[in-house]
Nanobody, 122 residues
Framework: QVHLVESGGGLVQAGDPLRLSCAAS????????IGWFRQAPVRQREFVAA????????TYSDSVKGRFTISRDNAKNTVYLQMNGLKPEEAALYYC???????????????WGRGTQVTVSS
């Protein structure tokens, strides 16, 4: 089991950038695909982005494509989510999770962090 800890959330104004981090407890994070998801109150968990084990392939939801960038530093066991142009409706609890496959389906992800809260004021 991989223990993940998200950080970097906070309160920003609409249009501001924010960078989230996902730190792992294991040195073998490079073996895993990492995905970012978000969930707002009374809404379903939503796929945001994913990155393969080597960082050479990324995928994004249509709603964030061009504004968000997922990256990883396997030497630091950390995956990042750079978010630019944040919108008020993107306020949510943001989670990272591990998977063996590059997929947008949350059920395919095994280990989850507890999330970091992002609040966007208009």
């Amino acid at each position: 089991q991989v223990h993940l800890v998200e950080s970097g959330g906070g309160l920003v104004q609409a249009g501001d950038p924010l960078r989230l981090s996902c730190a792992a407890s294991v040195r073998s994070l490079c073996s895993y695909i990492i995905g970012w998801f978000r969930q707002a109150p009374v809404r379903q968990r939503e796929f945001v982005a994913a990155i393969n084990d080597t960082g050479t392939h990324t995928t994004y939801s249509d709603s964030v494509k061009g504004r968000f960038t997922i990256s990883r530093d396997n030497a630091k066991n950390t995956v990042y989510l750079q978010m630019n142009g944040l919108k008020p409706e993107e306020a949510a609890l943001y989670y990272c999770a591990t998977s063996r496959w590059t997929t947008r389906t949350s059920a395919a992800y095994d280990d989850w962090g507890r999330g970091t809260q992002v609040t966007v004021s208009s």
